[in-house]
């Protein structure tokens, strides 16, 4: 674990360790990470999932949206404890990869949910949705939304292109009601690369 994982995990650092062997180990292996990934899986997928905290309002109800392999949902359900998280995910495999992190992690804040967005919107109403590397953010606006409830938040983590893509979404999330838009940076001066992200929030 690298020095400023545990400063960034605290309490946590041992139980996101033993999080990282699990993606280095079974997730490699059954496909959800790819082996190429496995030496920047600190700095690239755990440290950038976990500064996202920084965003995420107190203690809260949390939705996940297309979860995978558990990143940012199982990251942040480490570094907030006292938050409910939900990680929603569709594929069967990475469904059952996320059901034995939560049991191997001990997580007794944390739940998975195997649907799509769209099934469970208007089930779902969470205070915040996380999303990363899910979809352009027009769509996943449309299918977050779904999830959230009035007033709340859509944190999107995204890349360099952030911006571009607020612009090229600004019809949609006017059409979807869309209160707010704003691009922020997590984790500066504590990871590099800092995480972009787009938070939005939903009209009340």
């Known amino acids: ?19 990282a062997g699990l993606l280095a180990g079974a997730g490699v292996e059954r496909g959800l990470l790819g082996p190429n990934e496995v030496p920047r899986l600190w700095e690239r997928h755990l440290l950038n999932s976990a500064v996202i905290a920084e965003l995420v309002p107190g203690p809260c109800s949390l939705v996940d949206l297309g979860s995978g392999a558990g990143l940012p949902g199982i990251v942040l359900a480490l570094v907030l404890p006292d938050s409910e998280v939900t990680l929603l995910e569709p594929a069967l495999r990475r469904a059952a990869f996320l059901e034995e992190c939560v049991t191997d992690l001990a997580l007794g804040n944390a739940r998975v949910v195997r649907a799509r967005a769209e099934q469970m919107a208007g089930t779902l109403a969470a205070d915040v949705v996380t999303a990363r590397a899910v979809a352009p953010l027009d769509r996943l606006a449309s299918l977050a939304l779904g999830l959230v409830k009035p007033g709340g938040i859509v944190l999107a983590v995204k890349g ?40 939005l929030t939903a009209c009340r």
């Open 1 to 19: 674990m690298p020095g400023v994982a545990r400063t960034v995990f605290g309490d946590a650092g041992p139980r996101a360790e033993r999080y």
């Open 160 to 199: 360099a292109k952030a911006a571009a893509e607020v612009r090229a979404a600004g019809r949609e999330l006017s059409r979807l009601g869309v209160q707010d838009v704003e691009v922020l940076t997590a984790g500066s001066g504590k990871v590099d690369p800092a995480a972009t992200v787009i938070r």
